[in-house]
């Protein structure tokens, strides 16, 4: 069920599924119980409250929505939002919330990003009254236009210490291909990102850029590997447009 798991200290535990957790996401056109049933399992797997595992609604942007307790789980029969995600990490309205980042200020709610080439990024750092804790969807665009560094201001502003990160698998820069013109526009903006592929042409190292941008923000940080696209053991959008989701995990 776990490409990687690690106990973080604090009471903390961080993992990346693969695809014997099977397909996570509920906007990939899969069975929404079959999808229900999988979360489910996950939760019982990592030993947490039912329905209590957040999700958000990932949209490619720079924005973190923090969780700051865990609410009551949801049942089957309650309202969705409309791309199909619940969690206990809910907003008014009852959705999930759209945001690219989710934080819990005291550590207490677990949270999953999910990805199928993108970055994910699990983050922890104590605070004075115990632990706080993030994930991160960061794709091309959210990298670029401050993911990360937005989840990292947001911890820090809820007491955060001694910051760690931990990047999960993702397309690596050896297999990104993109355009010429996409690959210099990216690098202007963190030129760590600057990859070639094995086959010579233009490419983006996105784990990379986001170690980068990591240590820049004084976190230290610790790569597990894998590349989504090499690995059948991992989800690829690159691999195929109908794959599902595998997801990075924070939880006590």
Request: glycine share 10%; proline share 6%.
């Amino acid at each position: 069920m776990f490409w990687w798991q690690a106990q973080a200290g604090d009471g903390l535990t961080v993992a990346f599924t693969n695809t014997a957790a099977g397909n996570l996401a509920l906007h990939v056109g899969d069975d929404p119980a079959q999808v229900r049933r999988r979360r489910a399992a996950l939760e019982q797997h990592m030993d947490v409250p039912a329905g209590s595992l957040a999700f958000m609604n990932q949209v490619h942007s720079n924005v973190v929505a923090t969780v700051p307790r865990l609410r009551t789980p949801r049942t089957d029969s309650s309202p969705v939002s409309s791309e199909g995600e619940f969690s206990a990490a809910e907003g008014p309205a009852g959705d999930a919330p759209t945001a690219d980042a989710l934080l819990s200020p005291d550590g207490s709610v677990p949270l999953a990003v999910m990805v199928a080439d993108c970055v994910p990024v699990v983050l922890a750092g104590r605070s004075g009254t115990g632990v706080v804790t993030a994930v991160a969807h960061a794709g091309r665009r959210g990298l670029l236009t401050g993911i990360l560094a937005n989840t990292v201001q947001d911890m820090r502003a809820a007491g955060a210490l001694s910051l760690r990160a931990w990047i999960g698998p993702a397309v690596c820069g050896s297999c990104y291909e993109v355009p010429p013109a996409m690959l210099e526009e990216a690098a202007e903006i963190l030129p760590a990102v600057r990859s070639r592929t094995r086959w010579g042409t233009p490419a983006l190292d996105l784990p990379g850029g986001a170690q980068a941008q990591l240590v820049d923000l004084d976190v230290d940080v610790l790569r597990v590997g894998g590349c989504t696209l090499e690995s059948d053991d991992l989800y690829s959008h690159r691999r195929s447009s109908a794959a599902g989701r595998f997801a990075g995990l924070v939880w006590r």
